[in-house]
Structures are given as structure tokens and as C-alpha cells.
């Protein structure tokens, strides 16, 4: 069973950094790229970056040139440095991998299993 541990979460002010850690274990880590996913009270999960197992990356649009995701597969680590927070980001963030091509408008196709997830929140 793949395990996830979420962390880095806190609390900042608009215009501030956090940099969120995830482990993961199992070789599902290794050998899958990995996204950082957010979940806002009454929205549905979303994924916000994704990074192959190469290291090329992708994001949604609302995160681009602000969040930097960065995985270390010899740490089964997977970062999500954020700067320049805006209140909009607060959310709950998870990680897990992702099987397939990136949807950041739609339905991802992950594990079953979830980790606790790390809450950000942002105040203006």
C-alpha cells in the first residue's frame, strides 16, 4: 500500500512563501510522476503541479511562475515551493502519483489511497 505523508503547511500572510514536503513509500513513487493537489473548502480536489519522473514539469495556470514543484527519487520526496501566496490558494494540500497525462481541468487518475494532506492558509 503506496503511503504519503504531507507537510510544510501553515499559516502566511498574502505575499508570502511555504515549501510543503511529501514521502511516499513504495515504488509506486519511483517510478510514476507525482502531482501536488489542492482541495479548498467546498471545491473539488484539483491538481495544481505535476513533475515526471524526468523532472519536467507542468502547472495549472493560477500557480504558474509562483509555485515550483521538485522531487527527489533517491528521498521518495516530492516539494511544492510556493511564493507570492494569494488567499485563493488556501486550501488543503495533498500529493500523490499520477497514472496518465495531467488534467488540470478534470479528473486525474491517482491510487486509491490519500495521504492527510497539509493545510495552507493565506490571509489578506
Known amino acids: 500500500q503506496v503511503q504519503v505523508v504531507e507537510s510544510g503547511g501553515g499559516l502566511v500572510q498574502a505575499g508570502g512563501s511555504l515549501r510543503l514536503s511529501c514521502v511516499a513509500s513504495g515504488s509506486i513513487f519511483r517510478v510514476n510522476p507525482m502531482g501536488w493537489f489542492r482541495q479548498a473548502p467546498g471545491k473539488k480536489r484539483e491538481l495544481a503541479a505535476y513533475i515526471t519522473t524526468g523532472g519536467s514539469t507542468k502547472y495549472t495556470d493560477s500557480v504558474m511562475d509562483r509555485f515550483t514543484i521538485s522531487r527527489d527519487n533517491a528521498k521518495n520526496t516530492v516539494y511544492l515551493q510556493m511564493h507570492t501566496l494569494k488567499p485563493e490558494d488556501t486550501a488543503v494540500y495533498y500529493c500523490?502519483?499520477?497514472?496518465?497525462?495531467?488534467?488540470?481541468?478534470?479528473?486525474?487518475?491517482?491510487?486509491?489511497?490519500w495521504g492527510q494532506g497539509t493545510q495552507v492558509t493565506v490571509s489578506s
Open positions: 500523490n502519483a499520477v497514472f496518465g497525462p495531467p488534467n488540470f481541468n478534470g479528473t486525474n487518475y491517482t491510487p486509491d489511497y
